[in-house]
């Protein structure tokens, strides 16, 4: 075969464009891809949004053909969906290669959309029947469908992906609670000891942050089930006929099967991201927590003869290739990278929100990439967390009994009796001559032996 064979000629208002015969994108896709050589095969347009592209795609179709019937004929209605729905359920992903550094309207995007639906319509109809601009993106425009693709890719990742990972690390912590109601340990604050706890009081405050993480979460999605679909190029509605807006919204809910409303200001919609900073914000808060339970356990776990060694956490792999025997906290160190990406992502985000001008916002890819990645990662990596090092997590009983036993801070059950003066003498004397708090209190003739004991009961400081 020769090389000239492997290309066919597509068409723009520009002129005529080589593009590769076996792939169904068109003479615009091609020029993204030939002007914008940054970050090819590794920084790619993320496939949430590709597929939100096919919901889009459909849902317009079958809005204009109710609306605009002799243009979104009888005959191009049912070829243009099936090519939308192959979109939209990842069956056409190799045909999607354009980068995230491109045009900030996601225009090249759009487009390589529409005109991968128009070839594998027409290829479905055996005719040159449908037009990427005149059909596929038939009362669309790219300043309205980008916005609106990030914001269906958006919700799904958050609704299908990331709150069902929190809620199964939820739901193992409850157990793991349960099962160390028993379970008496020293608490620490600055680093340093502190009062008594259970270790199922100290599991609940990661729970509890987790959950309201979750709550955040939720709290973030009504704004972004708002699309701009509708306001066309600067959110006037130019060239979308009445009522456009609102089925349209209607049937992307049907086809993804959750909520979606057309945004009640499509100036707004156009030219905002602020509902993406906000939910953003609430993967920041996510990421900030798993970084300070994944630090937690990490140090907690720490030794097993050297640290503090109160947990016992699952030996995946070995920890060293020159150390025999050594086990590292590596689930806990994917989860602080992870929280770390994802907090540099923010500031991305941030910067990227505040910025374009007038009627649209043209940093619009870079926003859907973190964004989306961000989603992606703490999904992945929460699930991770949770399988290889959270549900084998087990408490070393006998290590948190004997801090508990040497802790110098049960003086704080003392204050109410001999003061917090005496208290805080009877514990600068036993770490100072290296004896027990009881014994420093006896030695000072603060307590005698029994009243000492029935103050200082650890299950009685929780």
């Known amino acids: 075969m020769k090389e000239a064979s492997k290309t066919r000629l ?74 939308a729905e192959e979109v939209a359920l990842g069956q056409l992903d190799d045909h999607f290669p354009l980068v995230v550094w491109q045009t900030g309207s996601g225009t090249h995007s759009n487009m390589n959309a529409n005109e991968v639906i128009a070839n594998r319509a027409n290829e479905l109809a055996g005719s040159k029947l449908c037009h990427p601009n005149d059909d596929i993106n038939m009362s669309q425009s790219s300043n ?15 609704e299908r992906n990331l709150l069902p990972a929190v809620e199964k690390l939820i739901d193992v912590m409850l157990k793991k609670e349960e099962e160390s109601r028993e379970v008496l340990k020293c608490g620490r604050t600055h680093l340093q000891d502190a009062v008594p706890i259970r ?22 999605l009504p704004p ?26 209607e049937e992307i809910a049907q086809l993804a099967g959750t909520a979606f409303v057309t945004a009640p200001n ?30 937690d356990i990490r140090f907690l776990a720490s030794g097993p003869r050297c640290g503090y060694g109160e947990l016992r956490i699952p030996a995946n792999e070995p920890g060293s290739s020159i150390m025999p025997g050594k086990v590292n906290p590596t689930q806990c160190e994917q989860v602080t990278m992870v929280a770390v990406q994802v907090m540099g992502n923010d500031a991305a985000i941030g910067f990227a929100a505040s910025q374009g001008n007038f009627e649209l916002n ?60 005496n208290a805080a003498r009877a514990a600068r004397l036993a770490h100072e001559s290296n004896i027990t708090l009881k014994e420093a209190c006896l030695r000072l003739g603060f307590l005698d032996a029994e009243h000492f004991d029935d103050l200082v009961r650890p299950e009685n400081m929780v």
């Open 362 to 421: 043209v940093f619009q890819p870079v926003v859907a990439y973190n964004f989306l990645q961000s989603a992606r990662l703490l999904t992945e990596s929460i699930s991770a967390f949770n399988r290889f090092c959270f549900a084998g997590l087990e408490p070393d009983t006998e290590v948190m009994r004997g801090y508990l036993e040497r802790t110098l801070m049960t003086a704080t059950a003392l204050n109410p009796v001999i003061g917090y003066e």
């Open 10 to 83: 597509e068409h723009d208002s520009m002129g005529d464009v080589a593009v590769p015969a076996n792939r169904y994108w068109g003479a615009q896709t091609q020029r993204s891809l030939e002007h914008f050589p940054i970050g090819v095969g590794k920084e790619t347009m993320p496939l949430e949004i590709v597929h939100a592209f096919g919901l889009v795609k459909h849902a317009a179709a079958r809005v204009n053909r109710k609306l605009c019937a002799d243009r979104m004929t009888a005959e191009k209605l049912p070829v243009i969906e099936q090519a």
């Open 144 to 158: 309205d469908c980008f916005p609106t693709a990030m914001r269906i890719a958006s919700v799904l990742s958050l």
């Open 266 to 295: 499509k100036f707004h919609a156009l030219t905002s991201l602020d509902e993406l900073v906000f939910a953003h914000g609430a993967m920041k808060a996510l990421a900030s927590d798993m970084m300070k339970i994944a630090n």
């Open 224 to 249: 972004l089930r708002e699309l701009a679909l509708g306001g066309t190029a600067v959110g006037t509605g130019l060239n979308a006929p009445a009522g456009f807006a609102e089925q349209a919204a």
């Open 199 to 220: 270790f199922s009081q100290e599991i609940s405050g990661w729970r509890s942050s987790l959950e309201r993480d979750a709550e955040l979460l939720r709290l973030a």
